[in-house]
């Protein structure tokens, strides 16, 4: 009997390094759906159209197991009522099977639904570290006609920022003032340490004259504009990945570990409530970002205009 031609050695290590590359990979999706950055949706449409993705080669236990609030028990529940194998990964699932856990995931985690622009007043919110400063001031420095608020922060300016370019930075006593005179548009508590709002005078004066305003600002914030103006569009900036928002955190070097520890719980809590919003955008690419806000800000003027 003739015997089999060995493997190389140099196959082998490139074979196991493509299988750790594939596991890290999918531990990397599963915090992802985990964190809601990625909606269920998506990844499972993605198996479904590329067999070879990420996507396609975890299986549906551990894609289960990897959202929000289901655990052993209610994994094993959905598996049953859709008559799905265990081992099954989620590019092996037929069409009924597909279909089957796509109704369920609609309906345990309802897609987001964009609505449509009616205000000029537009709202930029996202979870920590997700670059809202960021796309915030490339809109500033494109597109001038759009007016970007300034809000002003109990905190400490961070190396580089302007007072009254990227903040009024302002003392407690100050901002009590500012909530005593209802000078303020909306304020909040953020990271349960720093007080935020929105300065109400130069808002209503750009509205006044007829110009998109774009506020940036945090979730709470957010909320209360919702609630204050409801015709306002509310635009949510999404990181490409978990993995990426982490090292965002951390790369810019401004907190230390237990507050970079605080805002990242908070980003979980935070990234929830994405569904709240009218618009999803994913900060990938900061220019790119920029622009489709900027086109979301368009729309707002043009159907509420006269």
């Keep these: 009997m003739a015997e089999r031609p060995a493997v190389p050695d140099v196959d082998r290590v490139a074979a196991s390094r ?110 920590t570290a997700v670059g809202k400063g960021t796309v915030a001031a490339r809109i500033r420095e494109t597109h001038p006609e759009i007016h970007l608020s300034v809000s002003a922060t109990t905190r400490a300016p961070r190396p580089g920022e302007v007072d009254g370019v990227h903040y009024y930075f302002v003392d407690d006593a100050e901002f009590d003032r500012l909530i005593a005179d209802e000078q303020l548009l909306e304020y909040a508590v953020v990271h349960n340490k720093h007080r935020y709002g929105t300065p109400r005078g130069p808002v209503d004066a750009a509205l006044a004259e007829g110009r998109t305003v774009l506020l940036e600002i945090d979730l709470q914030g957010a909320r209360q504009v919702r609630a204050a103006e409801p015709s306002a569009s509310l635009v949510f900036l999404l990181p490409p990945s978990w993995d990426e928002l982490v090292q965002r955190l951390v790369g810019r070097g401004t907190e230390d570990a237990e507050e970079r520890t605080r805002r990242l719980r908070t980003a979980r809590v935070e990234l929830a409530a994405q569904n709240e919003f009218d618009y999803l955008v994913v900060n990938a690419d900061v220019a790119t970002a920029a622009e489709e806000v900027v086109e979301l800000a368009t729309d707002s003027a043009r159907r509420s205009a006269p």
């Design 18 to 127: 493509r299988a750790l590359e594939r596991r890290r990979a999918r531990a990397a999706l599963k915090r992802d759906l985990s964190t809601r950055v990625v909606a269920p949706q998506s990844v499972l449409r993605q198996a479904s159209e590329d067999a070879d993705s990420d996507a396609a080669t975890m299986r549906v236990t551990d894609f289960l197991m990897a959202l929000p609030a289901i655990g052993a028990g209610k994994r094993d529940r959905v598996l049953a009522e859709l008559h799905i194998a265990p081992v099954k990964r989620l590019g092996g699932l037929g069409v009924r099977q597909r279909g089957a856990l796509g109704d369920w995931l609609d309906e345990r985690f309802p897609p987001h639904h964009p609505r449509p622009a009616r205000s000029r007043l537009l709202v930029l919110a996202g979870p």
